[in-house]
């Protein structure tokens, strides 16, 4: 598996948990506001969504540099070089 096909997946399980994060601060909204989970969204939720964007940028742009690389690399290869085998 190349770099590349793993920094994409990595992207895809940080946007899942964004997503998750995201549903669960709007159930939030219909339950009681003195729940020790809302409050504790209501205190840390920012940081928690500003965290979890910030992974998502570095993640894809990690991805999407590394593909770029690969892409590269293959387009320099020699004719008679044969691909690597994944």
């Given at each position: 598996m190349?770099?590349s096909?793993?920094?994409f997946?990595?992207?895809a399980?940080?946007?899942?948990?964004?997503?998750?994060?995201?549903?669960?601060?709007?159930?939030?909204?219909?339950?009681?506001?003195?729940?020790?989970?809302?409050?504790?969204?209501?205190?840390?939720?920012?940081?928690?969504?500003?965290?979890?964007?910030?992974?998502i940028?570095?993640a894809?742009?990690?991805?999407?540099?590394?593909?770029?690389?690969?892409?590269?690399?293959?387009?320099?290869?020699?004719?008679?070089?044969?691909?690597?085998?994944e």
């Amino acid at each position: 598996m190349t770099l590349s096909k793993v920094l994409f997946q990595l992207t895809a399980i940080v946007t899942v948990v964004f997503i998750i994060t995201i549903l669960a601060m709007v159930a939030m909204l219909v339950g009681d506001p003195n729940a020790p989970a809302n409050l504790w969204f209501n205190r840390n939720g920012a940081s928690v969504l500003t965290i979890e964007v910030i992974g998502i940028g570095i993640a894809g742009m990690a991805a999407m540099i590394a593909d770029r690389r690969e892409t590269l690399r293959t387009l320099n290869r020699p004719k008679n070089d044969k691909p690597s085998e994944e």
